[in-house]
C-alpha cells in the first residue's frame, strides 16, 4: 500500500469517509480538496495531472488508487509552505510592522499564481481573516496561520 505510514492512512481512510461514498471512493473533481484536507498544498496544475478532473462523476479514485498520489504528492517540492508565504506578504508590508492592506492581499489572491475566485476569496477570508483597521490595513501573519494550519504562530 504506497509507502504510507499506518496512521497517515488512517488519516487518508477518515478523509474518504468524509468526501466519499462507501466502495466508490471519492469523486475525482474533489482530489485538490481531499489532498488538502491531509495537509497537503498540490497546485492545480499538479492534481491534474495527478488524475483530477473539472466535471464532477466523470471519474472516481479507489483509496488504493489515492495513496499513492498521496505519497507522491507528499513529497513535492514545489509546495509553498508558511515561511514561504510569510517572505512573500513581507513584500507588501511597506512599514515593515507586519500588516499589509487587506486590498493588496485580496488583488494577490485572484490575480497572481493560481488565483482564486471571489466567492474563495470570501471564504477564505471569513475562515482565517482578523478585521482590517481603520486604514484597511491586516496582520498577515495570523491570517497565514490558519490559513496553513500553524496555531504555534499565531500572536
Same mark, same amino acid.
Given at each position: 500500500?504506497?509507502?504510507?505510514?499506518?496512521?497517515?492512512?488512517?488519516?487518508?481512510?477518515?478523509?474518504?469517509?468524509?468526501?466519499?461514498?462507501?466502495?466508490?471512493?471519492?469523486?475525482?473533481?474533489?482530489?485538490?480538496?481531499?489532498?488538502?484536507?491531509?495537509?497537503?498544498?498540490?497546485?492545480?496544475?499538479?492534481?491534474?495531472?495527478?488524475?483530477? /478532473?473539472?466535471?464532477?462523476?466523470?471519474?472516481?479514485?479507489?483509496?488504493?488508487?489515492?495513496?499513492?498520489?498521496?505519497?507522491?504528492?507528499?513529497?513535492?517540492?514545489?509546495?509553498?509552505?508558511?515561511?514561504?508565504?510569510?517572505?512573500?506578504?513581507?513584500?507588501?508590508?511597506?512599514?515593515?510592522?507586519? /500588516?499589509?492592506?487587506?486590498?493588496?492581499?485580496?488583488?494577490?489572491?485572484?490575480?497572481?499564481?493560481?488565483?482564486?475566485?471571489?466567492?474563495?476569496?470570501?471564504?477564505?477570508?471569513?475562515?482565517?481573516?482578523?478585521?482590517?483597521?481603520?486604514?484597511?490595513?491586516?496582520?498577515?501573519?495570523?491570517?497565514?496561520?490558519?490559513?496553513?494550519?500553524?496555531?504555534?504562530?499565531?500572536?
Amino acid at each position: 500500500m504506497a509507502d504510507v505510514p499506518k496512521r497517515e492512512v488512517e488519516n487518508v481512510e477518515f478523509v474518504f469517509e468524509v468526501m466519499g461514498s462507501p466502495g466508490e471512493g471519492i469523486d475525482a473533481v474533489d482530489l485538490g480538496d481531499a489532498l488538502r484536507a491531509l495537509n497537503l498544498n498540490p497546485t492545480l496544475a499538479l492534481i491534474e495531472k495527478l488524475g483530477g /478532473t473539472k466535471k464532477r462523476n466523470e471519474k472516481k479514485i479507489k483509496l488504493d488508487e489515492f495513496l499513492p498520489i498521496y505519497s507522491q504528492v507528499k513529497k513535492e517540492k514545489e509546495q509553498g509552505c508558511y515561511e514561504d508565504f510569510i517572505e512573500c506578504l513581507k513584500l507588501y508590508d511597506k512599514e515593515e510592522n507586519g /500588516t499589509m492592506l487587506l486590498a493588496e492581499l485580496q488583488h494577490a489572491l485572484l490575480a497572481l499564481g493560481e488565483n482564486l475566485d471571489d466567492e474563495q476569496v470570501e471564504t477564505l477570508f471569513a475562515d482565517c481573516m482578523d478585521p482590517e483597521d481603520d486604514e484597511g490595513f491586516i496582520p498577515y501573519s495570523p491570517f497565514l496561520a490558519r490559513m496553513c494550519d500553524r496555531p504555534d504562530q499565531l500572536k
